[in-house]
């Protein structure tokens, strides 16, 4: 029998009322942005969206809760920006989306900040044995970075990798931690480089005793890219159905998966919504396609982020994921 | 050539350097108030009264970019609120669900496209009839292109936004022959979303054949593209059915000049001699230097003389002594080219052009 988990790769969309709320109490330039010292009333802010964010997957019904990552200003580059030894310089493009965050540039030695273990220690006191961590996966996290202190690409990707590393090891209880590694598909490693990127998964993997999910998103891994990451210790793989199902599909079918796999099934990128049978649909034409590979768990995800939803679709969203294991799925 | 019909009849010199500015400038402080009041349900401040707001700054802005100088003005984009937002209101198929993120704190009514596309109330015909009553010097109608409204919303409709894209440019080219039948001739496309994703640039080409399709050819049209890489749109962008293309390079303090030497430049040229993310005013001998670089593309019969982008971002009393210092320097070059001071370096227009 194989189990679905709902879940959601988390960075959700902020209340429209936190919005205004921590435009007016923080501003909206640049340096205004979250450095990791804000005052009471901003942590104040960031606690009930914080809440708001829990109470809504709780009613959806999702099977994996995340904190929802409300203070992740500069998306999945925020485990560096609140970083002391390192400067936020412009403003620059994230990924091919109408979307921007800072460049975090690395001047010093990188050390763990427990930035996000302090956020999940707030959640877990409000979920119960469900809670999921969100991290970005080292390659990407290194992809979006610059440095200027390790001065060579191999020994800061192994850098990035022992700084999440050591932030995971100061997570609470976590049932679940997603590594969010969109890099690996949108600026993909050359020979050697996917080898060490693959290394530096397993790393991070290897610092933490919850089920690791590495997700890549916005197409499908080159083949002899998904080959190494297979060697990674990880506990799931991730495919992006919506932007590419049909390579994806190969890659499993060709190379085989770790023993459980993540489908982003729901666009997390568009206003239409999918429908907990259409959800089911994917999961199971996926399903079908790899039966060799016999699963134990598939997570049924968005394929992105949702912070580029609207909040009244992004909620529907997590409804007809939360909605997805109550109908039939024959995986 | 479409660009003579602009040059003024009193103009003191033999060449002409046609200025103008890209469209959207600083609204006064008043009429963002107005539109609180307006939105304000507690208000006795109604639709009226709001519409009279955006008529008064409409005139005052029209009449402050004559009383600088331009040769073309507009009326700074008075009425419209956000460059989709705005359009994606009067499109037919259009829904909006609330603010999406764009960076940190800042956010934009992302609309959806929930049905198929339809021209539903006229968008800029208004906005053109107004402001030219108002103008003594001829009007330019900026547009937001098909692209850009398309890739900059959810499509919830069409297999792809390509498809979208399409759809909504025979709009755009609906609504340019009524602006055309209105007495505009001179349309600039605003498409800065080509500038995040150049590969595409086929498809911006497309839409323009579908936009300028039985626009009369004395009409002006131009396309205004920013903040990108333009390595990767030219020379592409040279076979597309437009007069001229406006582009911003003093942001970029002119690293991209050479892009548009290799091959000539065959189209008019509107570059950006002054930057709007600067509050920095450039004085007169700065921005001469800069126009003069133009002459390196284009010959001073090809060159159109513009802010890099909407001033809008800026303080209205620096945005007004940018586009001032813009014009002192346009007219003073065109006088020392007058008098054989300036050598031009770019290949004179060819017989075809």
């Known amino acids: 029998m194989t189990e679905i988990v709902s879940t959601t790769p988390g960075l959700y969309p902020l209340p429209d009322w936190a919005k205004e709320d921590l435009k007016d109490l923080k501003g909206n330039q640049k340096e205004d942005l979250i450095s990791g010292d804000e005052g009471p009333e901003i942590q104040a802010a960031y606690e009930e969206v914080r809440t708001e964010f829990i109470d809504a997957q709780k009613a959806a019904g999702l099977d994996r809760i995340v904190e929802g990552q409300g203070r992740w200003d500069d998306m999945i580059a925020h485990p560096l920006v609140v970083h002391d030894d390192v400067e936020t310089r412009g403003i620059v493009r994230y990924y091919d989306n109408n979307n921007f965050y800072r460049e975090p540039v690395v001047t010093d030695e990188l050390e763990a900040t427990g930035d996000v273990a302090a956020e999940l220690e707030s959640a877990a006191g409000q979920v119960d044995d469900a809670l999921q961590a969100v991290l970005p996966g080292p390659y990407s996290l290194a992809d979006l970075a610059t440095d200027e202190y390790y001065d060579d690409s191999e020994a800061f990707l192994a850098a990035i990798a022992d700084f999440l590393a050591d932030e995971a090891g100061q997570f609470p209880d976590v049932e679940t931690l997603f590594l969010l590694e969109p890099s690996l598909v949108e600026n993909s490693p050359a020979d050697g480089e996917d080898e060490r990127a693959s290394e530096a998964i397993d790393t991070v993997a290897t610092a933490t005793d919850a089920d690791v999910v590495a997700y890549p998103y916005w197409g499908a891994l080159e083949e002899k890219v998904y080959a190494h990451v297979m060697d990674a210790d990880i506990d799931a793989l991730g495919f992006d159905l919506v932007s590419n199902h049909d390579e994806n599909v190969y890659n499993a079918q060709e190379y085989g998966t770790p023993d459980d796999v993540a489908l982003g099934v729901v666009d997390g990128q568009n206003t239409e919504i999918e429908s907990p049978e259409t959800i089911s649909d994917r999961v199971e034409w996926f399903a079908e396609r790899t039966q060799q590979n016999d699963y134990s768990r598939i997570y049924a995800t968005t394929n992105t982020e949702t912070f580029y939803l609207p909040v009244n679709r992004f909620e529907e969203k997590l409804e007809a994921l939360g909605a997805v294991q109550k109908t039939e799925v024959k995986a | ?353």
């Not at chain 2, 792809?160 to 007495?183: F, P, W």
């Not at chain 2, 080409?205 to 002006?220: A, K, N, Y």
Request: glycine share 4%; with cysteine; net charge negative.
């Open chain 2, 1 to 353: 050539m479409t660009r003579d019909q602009f040059r003024p009849e009193a103009h003191d010199h033999d060449h002409f350097l046609l200025t103008t500015v890209v469209g959207s400038y600083p609204k006064p402080k008043w009429l963002h108030r107005a539109r609180d009041l307006f939105e304000d349900e507690d208000s006795k401040f109604d639709a009226e009264a709001f519409e009279e707001a955006k008529d008064d700054a409409a005139r005052l802005i029209t009449r402050e970019h004559e009383r600088c100088g331009l040769d073309v003005v507009v009326d700074g984009e008075m009425r419209r609120n956000e460059m989709v937002e705005y359009f994606a209101h009067r499109i037919d198929g259009y829904e909006f669900n609330g603010p999406v993120k764009v960076w940190g704190h800042n956010y934009f009514d992302k609309p959806s496209v929930v049905d198929e596309v339809e021209y539903g109330e006229e968008w800029l015909v208004s906005e053109y009839e107004f402001t030219s009553d108002v103008a003594t010097q001829p009007v330019k109608v900026p547009i937001t292109g098909p692209y850009t409204l398309a890739y900059w919303s959810f499509n919830e409709v069409y297999e792809d936004s390509e498809q979208l894209a399409y759809e909504l440019a025979e709009l755009v080219n609906e609504e340019i022959e009524a602006l055309v039948d209105a007495g505009a001739r001179y349309i600039q496309i605003d498409e800065p979303a080509l500038a995040t994703t150049p590969d595409d640039h086929a498809i911006v080409g497309e839409c323009l054949e579908r936009i300028v399709d039985d626009i009369p050819e004395d009409v002006r049209v131009g396309l205004h593209v920013c903040y990108g890489d333009y390595s990767r749109i030219y020379p592409e962008i040279l076979d597309y059915p437009v007069d001229e293309f406006d582009i911003e390079l003093c942001n970029g303090g002119y690293e991209q000049l050479d892009v548009f030497k290799e091959p000539a430049f065959t189209k008019d040229l509107a570059m950006g001699v002054v930057d709007i993310h600067a509050r920095e005013i450039e004085p007169v001998a700065e921005i001469k230097e800069n126009i003069k670089k133009a002459l390196e593309i284009v010959p001073p019969e090809q060159l159109t003389v513009s802010p890099d982008c909407g001033l809008k971002l800026l303080p209205r009393e620096v945005a007004y002594q940018k586009m001032e210092n813009m014009v002192t320097a346009a007219r003073e070059v065109e006088a020392e080219l007058d008098a054989g001071e300036i050598e031009v370096e770019s290949p004179a227009p060819s017989a075809d052009d």
